[in-house]
T-cell receptor, first 115, second 111 residues
Framework: GAGVSQSPRYKVAKRGRDVALRCDSISGHVTLYWYRQTLGQGSEVLTYSQSDAQRDKSGRPSGRFSAERPERSVSTLKIQRTEQGDSAVYLC?????????????FGDGTRLSIL | KQEVTQIPAALSVPEGENLVLNCSFT??????LQWFRQDPGKGLTSLLL?????REQTSGRLNASLDKSSGRSTLYIAASQPGDSATYLC??????????FGAGTRLFVKA
């Protein structure tokens, strides 16, 4: 497909476990973002990567979140030692370049539930 | 710290009505502002992107304006249709690729 694809669509995990969410971005897109969307806090950016950087710096809320980019158009968001507060929809987005005229294209998200 | 606010939080209008959604931001040092549409259980669909140097963008029945000095953007939807029912989000992107979203406006267009 031509759009951003995320898998799985739904994920249930026990608290304390590590989880990994996958994003296949649009071929040729350079910049890739991970967002978390919750009812109470809206949408917030977690990490982003530019070009072929394999590992992003962790974003909010803590170092438990990291993203790896094993291939240019693939990113994996890893959440370590999950907490119930991590339950949310995780959205991946990519843009062609870092230019200010480049819109972000979003996937449909992964709904994560931590028990 | 950049904060993005959207008003109203929810809006219900009859079909055919023109409407305006509002977005305000506290820091005018932005890279661009983007309006998205989100349907239930789906990701965000980009509607319009306005670069910081631009004043407005148009696409079909949609028109978005940007006034950086006052920290405001509006999304104008002409001749609304039931298919326009969705949540509309505005997001500002600042330096370092940081994107801040508003909480969204839930729009319901009645047939």
């Amino acid at each position: 497909g031509a759009g951003v694809s995320q898998s799985p669509r739904y994920k249930v995990a026990k608290r304390g476990r590590d989880v990994a969410l996958r994003c296949d971005s649009i071929s040729g897109h350079v910049t890739l973002y991970w967002y978390r969307q919750t009812l109470g806090q809206g949408s917030e950016v977690l990490t982003y990567s530019q070009s072929d950087a394999q590992r992003d710096k962790s974003g909010r809320p803590s170092g438990r979140f990291s993203a790896e980019r094993p291939e240019r158009s693939v990113s994996t968001l890893k959440i370590q030692r999950t907490e119930q507060g991590d339950s949310a929809v995780y959205l991946c987005a990519s843009s062609l370049t870092t230019g200010s005229n480049q819109p972000q294209h979003f996937g449909d998200g992964t709904r994560l539930s931590i028990l | 710290k950049q904060e993005v606010t959207q008003i109203p939080a929810a809006l219900s209008v009859p079909e055919g009505e023109n409407l305006v959604l509002n977005c305000s931001f506290t820091d005018s040092a932005i890279y661009n502002l983007q309006w998205f549409r989100q349907d239930p259980g789906k990701g965000l669909t980009s509607l319009l992107l306005i670069q910081s140097s631009q004043r407005e963008q148009t696409s079909g029945r949609l028109n978005a304006s940007l006034d950086k000095s006052s920290g405001r953007s509006t999304l104008y939807i002409a001749a609304s249709q039931p298919g326009d029912s969705a949540t509309y989000l505005c997001a500002v992107q600042a330096g370092g690729f940081k994107t801040i979203f508003g909480a969204g406006t839930r729009l319901f267009v009645k047939a």
